[in-house]
């Protein structure tokens, strides 16, 4: 009796001796996957709005982004160059308009667009995580406005349709929700595992009005993102 208790007592040890060896894996860049090849295109929505004629005007487009080639950026991380690419539809040849370029390190996700360097997640990623994405833009004139942006995560691991795709694994990024009486801010992506930005919409307009629902923008522009095809 003495020796299988000795016996019990020598495996409880043991057992809690591995649990504490268990450590737990970070999956947060699954949201966020790159490899040579990988390509997404985007419906695009985009309204602009002109205080001068107080008319808006909208057109609809799709856009190409396609991993093409790696090199070493000037962070000293392998980097993926973007190729991006638009046509108006699907029987309208692609056209290459920016080239931007991403990469990952051992604590974000980034993304070069435009020269400008926004760190798209912070890792490890979990509902309510705030981070300051654009901490490496500098502003001027052209960038003031993405100044002392606090990125949050509102939702991780949601179940997500977008129009005949489903995505079994997203969460939410909202990049800022700003607005007053004249000016409103509302930038925000959707990411899932495995398949990267799915939704991206972005919305900064003006008014002179004070209509607080915003129905009637007098300037700026609306731009949607929606994910249609990916491999």
Not at 179 to 184: A, G, I, R, V
């Amino acid at each position: 009796m003495k020796q299988i208790f000795c016996i019990t007592i020598c495996i409880l040890i043991l057992t809690s001796c591995e649990r504490h060896d268990i450590k737990l894996v970070d999956r947060s860049a699954e949201f966020f996957p790159m490899q040579l090849n990988k390509f997404w295109i985007y419906n695009v929505d985009s309204i602009s709005f002109d205080d001068v004629t107080l008319t808006s005007d909208t057109i609809h487009y799709q856009v190409k982004e396609e991993l093409d080639s790696t090199f070493i950026d000037d962070t000293g991380n392998q980097a993926y160059r973007i190729e991006r690419s638009r046509r108006n539809d699907t029987a309208s040849f692609w056209t290459i308009t920016d080239i931007w370029y991403c990469n990952l390190t051992s604590s974000t996700a980034e993304k070069v667009e435009e020269n400008l360097r926004f760190i798209k997640l912070s890792f490890p990623m979990f509902k309510n995580k705030t981070w300051a994405g654009n901490k490496y833009i500098h502003p001027w004139d052209v960038t003031d406005y993405l100044n002392g942006w606090s990125y949050l995560c509102t939702n991780i691991d949601v179940p997500l349709t977008l129009g005949t795709l489903h995505f079994d694994s997203t969460l939410t990024v909202i990049q800022n929700a700003d607005s007053n009486l004249t000016e409103k801010y509302f930038f925000i992506e959707k990411y899932a595992r495995q398949v990267g930005m799915i939704y991206k919409e972005e919305q900064h307009v003006q008014k002179q009005n004070l209509d607080p629902q915003w129905t009637h923008p007098e300037s700026g522009y609306i731009r949607r993102y929606y994910l249609i095809q990916y491999n």
